[in-house]
């Protein structure tokens, strides 16, 4: 898997569990069912991507992979996360504007 690829996804789990630890605060350390059932989802739906290598970051896609029930879920966790993520994982979400604003167009 190409290292943007692997990146998106560690960003996400990471966006998955502030969210998750903060919204439906499972008993145990980790995801909760719901979480991780949709993080595999995002999972597939990431290495399968028609772009490859290149591929731009899901919400400037020009092709909606994921069903709109999940890409709302995901919307909902990004909204959440996404400024949290810059005290929890500031490299992380630095990385990840800097893809967004300068990578995020498929050749």
């Given at each position: 898997?190409?290292?943007?690829?692997?990146?998106?996804?560690?960003?996400?789990?990471?966006?998955?569990?502030?969210?998750?630890?903060?919204?439906?605060?499972?008993?145990?350390?980790?995801?909760?069912?719901?979480?991780?059932?949709?993080?595999?989802?995002?999972r597939q739906r990431t290495?399968?991507?028609?772009?490859?290598?290149?591929?731009?970051?899901?919400?400037?896609?020009?092709?909606?992979?994921?069903?709109?029930?999940?890409?709302g879920d995901i919307r909902?966790?990004?909204?959440?996360?996404?400024?949290?993520?810059?005290?929890?994982?500031?490299?992380?979400?630095?990385?990840?504007?800097?893809?967004?604003?300068?990578?995020?167009?498929?050749?």
């Amino acid at each position: 898997m190409a290292y943007s690829k692997k990146l998106e996804i560690t960003t996400l789990e990471k966006m998955m569990l502030i969210h998750c630890r903060d919204i439906h605060r499972p008993e145990r350390a980790g995801l909760c069912p719901e979480c991780a059932e949709l993080l595999d989802y995002a999972r597939q739906r990431t290495e399968k991507c028609v772009f490859g290598d290149n591929k731009p970051v899901c919400s400037e896609c020009p092709v909606h992979c994921y069903r709109p029930a999940k890409r709302g879920d995901i919307r909902k966790i990004m909204k959440y996360s996404g400024p949290r993520m810059l005290k929890r994982h500031p490299i992380l979400a630095v990385r990840y504007m800097y893809r967004k604003k300068f990578k995020s167009r498929p050749d």
